[in-house]
């Protein structure tokens, strides 16, 4: 990257994928940077021994079923990494093997973007990039799909990239219809240069994370896009089925039969082709995790995650890698419930929050989870990306929570006397929502009905339970149709600043009802204020913030789901299991031996 000749701070920023998921398929080799498929045009497939083969490699994967394959309206996780497949962008965010690290790569454009002032970024794009169909991609491409993520009449939920993760002149103002598109500072200034201006400084991180993969900043189809628009322009068909999923990436959808099954073929027109292993990804829509333990033991997908029983089977076997978990699990609280007001009594939220033993549940019910009696998970860095520097490793992180666990049975018991002396000396009663089809969620709504009703007695306190589907579990929390709920966001690796947003009043798709002007200030100069380019003060603030949550508990916290995974023999990781933020054991770059 060409910087200005002059010392600055670089601090860490922003990946969120929105939905909220994160690079999970970027993969790469050492060396090959953003050179592209050039190098390698003509090079023949070799098996282990070295001999040719002309056998495709296939990456067979279970997976939830896809809504959409518009970017710009996705919400779901499972949507979002099947986007990394077949939507390209301005970057790539690999596994460099050389440092055994993450980097940072040229994909549609031809180098990382250059900065004079950290306000004006400039990308450069690759000759005779193409869609799939043959319609040329260029930096117009680019300034046609950002105007679309920004447009005020489809008023896309991902739209906030653009002005919440970096703040793009004037791009909020157009979200909200306040300006022109002339006014935002987003202009193809020709057919190869995109100039992306900001309101203020940003480190650069910011900008690699945010243009980096599949995610909402990847580019749309101009023709499909209008293709499928209303006539009033609120809304477009665009990326709902498999005719209306261009490819600009590295694979192209070539099947897709809702709630059954996907395939992905390789592109060869891609940039980075060279760099990802599979020739063709094959996902089956499968929900229950026992059912996918079944598959891979008949050696039909090639990787599960084991929790429980499985665990306790495969928990040894030397296939086994652990990942770390982008986001804390835990019930929301509806603390603005009018049906059951004890839930606005922040002692009983915090006799919840103490009297639940977490251990029970991450250790005794999935085995793999880590306890956490957080709100920002372990994965979470604050310090240069190369370095590693963990959140819950500092000192700020530290002081923001209780010690240990979080386990304090007599702790819990003093502030659930309070409460119960606010009730009136009235049983109390709260209902658990957790989401149905999934045993383990089941289980932990039950051993915490069991510990909460023993602990506190079951003559003042009676936990009911309800079971839902996950997804309307969520638009129940939304709509404050619920007292307490499991759930969870996903957070940025990368940027834990930007990932409070989830807890701000105005974040348009909260499950909790925490609500603080102090909070939202805080959280908005450590993203685009004062704060950026302060690294220890940054720090500081975001111990802050997590202490405010845990003084309102908007949520009981629970675990990091810390997943155990087994991968058949045939797959042999890049990072020799080693689990990394952004790329997690890049298994698009993983060698696949038959």
């Given amino acids: ?153 489809l008023a896309n939920r991902n739209a906030f990239i653009l002005f919440d993760n970096i703040p793009v002149v004037s791009a909020n103002k157009y979200f909200k219809g306040e300006a022109k598109w002339e006014d935002v500072g987003i202009k193809a200034k020709d057919e190869a240069t995109l100039e992306i201006t900001l309101e203020s400084e940003m480190p650069d991180i910011d900008i690699l994370t945010v243009f980096a993969g599949g995610g909402s900043t990847s580019p749309v189809h101009e023709k499909l896009y209008e293709g499928g628009m209303k006539s009033d322009r609120s809304e477009t068909t665009y990326g709902t089925t498999k005719e209306l999923v261009p490819s600009s990436g590295t694979y192209r959808l070539t099947e897709w039969v809702r709630d059954q099954h996907h395939t992905f073929e390789k592109n060869p027109d891609s940039p980075l082709a060279a760099i990802y292993k599979p020739d063709r990804i094959e996902t089956r829509v499968v929900t229950e995790s026992s059912t996918r333990v079944q598959l891979w033991e008949k050696g039909e997908i090639d990787s599960v995650s084991i929790s429980g029983e499985q665990f306790d089977k495969y928990g040894e076997d030397p296939r086994v890698v652990y990942t770390e978990a982008d986001g804390v699990w835990g019930f929301y609280v509806n603390s603005e419930s009018n049906s059951n007001p004890i839930l606005k009594n922040n002692d009983f939220r915090k006799a919840l929050y103490y009297g639940i033993d977490r251990d029970k549940i991450a250790k005794g019910i999935f085995k793999t989870f880590k306890s956490a009696p957080y709100y920002i ?190 991968y058949q023999d045939r797959i042999h990781l890049a990072t020799k299991g080693k689990y990394l933020p952004g790329v997690k054991f890049a298994i698009l770059q993983a060698d696949i031996v038959d």
């Fill in 1 to 153: 990257m060409k910087l200005p000749k002059k010392p600055f701070l670089v601090v860490l920023a922003i990946m969120m994928m929105l939905t909220f998921a994160g690079c999970s398929g970027g993969s790469g080799n050492a060396g090959q940077g953003n050179q592209g498929s050039k190098e390698n045009e003509g090079k023949v497939a070799t098996d282990s021994k070295g001999t040719a083969s002309d056998k495709p490699k296939v990456l067979r994967l279970a997976t939830m079923g896809a809504d959409t394959f518009n970017q710009h309206t996705s919400e779901n996780a499972t949507n979002s990494e099947m986007m990394e497949y077949i939507y390209g962008n301005l970057l790539e965010l690999i596994y460099d093997e050389a440092t055994d690290n993450i980097k940072f790569v040229g994909n549609h454009a031809v180098d990382l973007p250059t900065t004079t002032d950290h306000k004006v970024w400039t990308f450069k794009l690759k000759e005779g990039l193409k869609w799939t169909d043959g319609t040329p991609i260029t930096a117009k491409t680019y300034e046609y799909s950002y105007k679309m993520l920004l447009d005020p009449k």
């Fill in 377 to 566: 998970s372990s994965v979470c860095i604050v310090g240069d990306y190369k370095e590693g520097k963990r959140y819950r490793d500092s000192e700020e992180a530290k002081l923001a929570v209780a010690p240990g666990m979080g386990y304090e049975p007599d702790r819990a018991k003093e502030y659930f006397e309070k409460a119960y002396q606010a009730n009136g000396n009235k049983k109390i009663t709260v209902e658990i929502t957790y989401f149905d089809a999934q045993e383990t969620m089941k289980r932990t709504a039950e051993v915490t009905q069991e510990m909460y009703e023993n602990l506190f007695g079951k003559d003042k306190l009676a936990v009911k339970l309800r079971a839902m589907p996950p997804s309307s579990a969520y638009d129940a929390y939304k709509e404050g149709k619920y007292e307490l709920g499991i759930g969870s966001m996903t957070q940025n690796a990368f940027n834990p600043w930007s990932s409070m947003k989830v807890w701000r009043e105005d974040f348009p798709n909260r499950s909790h009802r925490f609500a603080s002007d102090a909070f939202d200030a805080l959280q908005k100069r450590t993203t685009t204020g004062d704060l950026l380019l302060k690294p220890e003060e940054r720090l500081k603030a975001l111990g802050e913030m997590e202490k405010m949550l845990a003084d309102y508990v908007p949520q009981i916290p629970l675990f990091q789901n810390n997943n155990a995974v087994i």
